[in-house]
Nanobody, 120 residues
């Protein structure tokens, strides 16, 4: 698997979780990585993304509660989620997309997804 996620689970409202997504050095250093989520009966939506030079983008509803970060030494990105509410219940997917260096070929990978359930 190109992207290996971990860290989901069950948490009470107001709690916190940290998701991790590890990948290869080639993918980690090539494009944009981020997190998407898909709640029950909803479309998949962007949570946050980070480029190789550290530019970060958040969905408006996540700003202030969620933090995306990257660990270059471990080829891993993280999603720190605070003040969780039942509305945050979803499958969270790691994503990596970009163009391979020296190539015109692009890629767009998703991880297998990790379930986050927030109880009220």
């Amino acid at each position: 698997a190109q992207l290996v996620e971990s860290g989901g689970g069950l948490v009470q409202a107001g709690g916190s979780l940290r998701l991790s997504c590890a990948t290869s050095d080639r993918i980690f250093s090539s494009g944009v990585m981020g997190w998407y989520r898909q709640g029950p009966g909803k479309q998949r939506e962007l949570v946050a993304s980070v480029t190789t030079d550290g530019n970060i983008n958040y969905a408006d509803s996540m700003k202030g509660r969620f933090t995306i970060s990257r660990d270059v030494a471990k080829n891993t990105i993280y999603l720190h989620m605070n003040s969780l509410s039942p509305e945050d219940t979803a499958v969270y997917y790691c994503n990596a997309k970009g163009t391979w260096p020296g190539s015109i070929n692009g890629y767009n990978f998703y991880g297998q997804g990790t379930q986050v359930t927030v109880s009220s």
